[in-house]
């Protein structure tokens, strides 16, 4: 268990909804990040958040967004949902430098998301 | 941009051999990480070995050991004594911390070892 937790664990939905994914780090941890998991393919990042500021993004389509509350926890909301938008949503969070000289991210189990 | 590269999409191996995952990056950049994760059926990505760039020496974690070469930006995965629970999806990754620290995944390739 990385202590990072993900909300739901599945999700089912229509086209052209919107959903919500929620994830809270680990004790501590200021910065979350993103990633998209299409089929067969590796995880994409998509977006960073560091104690409630956007620190960084990757390809996140306008469709999407995302903000960090004050308790530090995160909410990703994708709109207008399409059949290409079905994947696993990971959650990774971090905090200090370890002693190897990097933020080391724990990843959350995923929410798998099915858009029908 | 980083990319990070994994040809092999499937590979298998018998029970107890010697497997080796192949990975190829392209930066530009001289300070970085690189990464194995493994990804079993339930889905949760796994570290299972990291190599700083800076350090010579190849990163080893008990069965898992990896041959960097960093002049040819190749970054491959021994796995000895292969174990069925081994079987997984296994990503490649690259980070930079001074760009952002997220991580550059590869496409993956699924190990299957066979009893």
């Known amino acids: 268990d990385s202590g990072v937790t993900q909300t739901p664990k599945h999700l089912i939905t229509a086209t052209g909804q919107r959903v919500t994914l929620r994830c809270s780090p680990r004790s501590g941890d200021l910065s979350v990040y993103w990633y998209q998991q299409s089929l067969d393919q590796g995880l994409q990042f998509l977006i960073q958040y560091y104690n409630g500021e956007e620190r960084a993004k990757g390809n996140i389509l306008e469709r999407f967004s995302a903000q960090q509350f004050p308790d530090l926890h995160s909410e990703l909301n994708l709109s207008s949902l399409e059949l290409g938008d079905s994947a696993l949503y990971f959650c990774?969070?971090?905090?200090?430098?370890?002693?190897?000289?990097?933020?080391?991210?724990?990843f959350g189990p995923g929410t798998r998301l099915t858009v029908l | 941009a980083q990319t990070v590269t994994q040809s092999q999409p499937e590979m298998s191996v018998q029970e107890a051999e010697t497997v080796t995952l192949s990975c190829t990056y392209d930066?530009?950049?001289?300070?970085?990480?690189l990464f194995w994760y493994k990804q079993p059926p339930s889905r949760q990505m796994i570290l299972v070995i990291r190599q700083e760039a800076y350090k010579q020496q190849n990163a080893t974690e008990n069965r898992f050991s990896v041959n960097f070469q960093k002049a040819a930006k190749s970054f491959s995965l021994k796995i000895s004594d292969s174990q069925l629970g081994d079987t997984a999806m296994y990503f490649c990754a690259f980070m930079n911390p001074g760009g952002g620290n997220q991580f550059y995944f590869g496409t993956g390739t699924s190990l299957t070892v066979i009893p």
């Open positions: 990774a969070s971090s905090d200090t430098i370890n002693s190897a000289g990097y933020n080391e991210q724990f």
């Open positions: 930066t530009s950049e001289n300070n970085y990480y």
